[in-house]
Nanobody, 115 residues
Framework: QVQLVESGGGLVQAGESLRLSCAAS????????MGWYRQAAGKQRELVAT???????NYANSVKGRFTISRDNAKNTVYLQMNSLKPEDTAVYYC?????????WGQGTQVTVSS
C-alpha cells in the first residue's frame, strides 16, 4: 500500500522560502515519477513540478526559477524548495507518485504566503 506523507508547510511572508518534503512508502520509489501539485481555494488542482526516475524535471511557468524539485532515492523522499514566495503561491500542496497510469496522493500540506 502506497503512502505519501507531506511536511514542511506553514505561514511565511512574501519573499521568504520553504522546503516541502514527501516521504513515500509501499512502492519501489526509485522507479516512479514524482510530482508536486497545488490547489488554491476555489480553484482546480494544478501541476507545480515533476521529476522522473532519471532526474528530469518539469515546472509550471509560474514557478520556474523560484522552485526546485529534487529526490533522494535512498530516503524515498521528494522535496520542493520554494524561494521568493508570493501570495499567489498560497495553496494546499500535494505530493504525487505515478505508477504507470495509477496516481497516488498525499494528504496535502498548507502553504500560506502573506503580503
Amino acid at each position: 500500500q502506497v503512502q505519501l506523507v507531506e511536511s514542511g508547510g506553514g505561514l511565511v511572508q512574501a519573499g521568504e522560502s520553504l522546503r516541502l518534503s514527501c516521504a513515500a512508502s509501499g512502492s519501489i520509489f526509485s522507479i516512479n515519477a514524482m510530482g508536486w501539485y497545488r490547489q488554491a481555494a476555489g480553484k482546480q488542482r494544478e501541476l507545480v513540478a515533476t521529476i522522473t526516475s532519471g532526474g528530469s524535471t518539469n515546472y509550471a511557468n509560474s514557478v520556474k526559477g523560484r522552485f526546485t524539485i529534487s529526490r533522494d532515492n535512498a530516503k524515498n523522499t521528494v522535496y520542493l524548495q520554494m524561494n521568493s514566495l508570493k501570495p499567489e503561491d498560497t495553496a494546499v500542496y500535494y505530493c504525487n507518485e505515478k505508477q504507470g497510469v495509477v496516481n497516488y496522493w498525499g494528504q496535502g500540506t498548507q502553504v500560506t504566503v502573506s503580503s
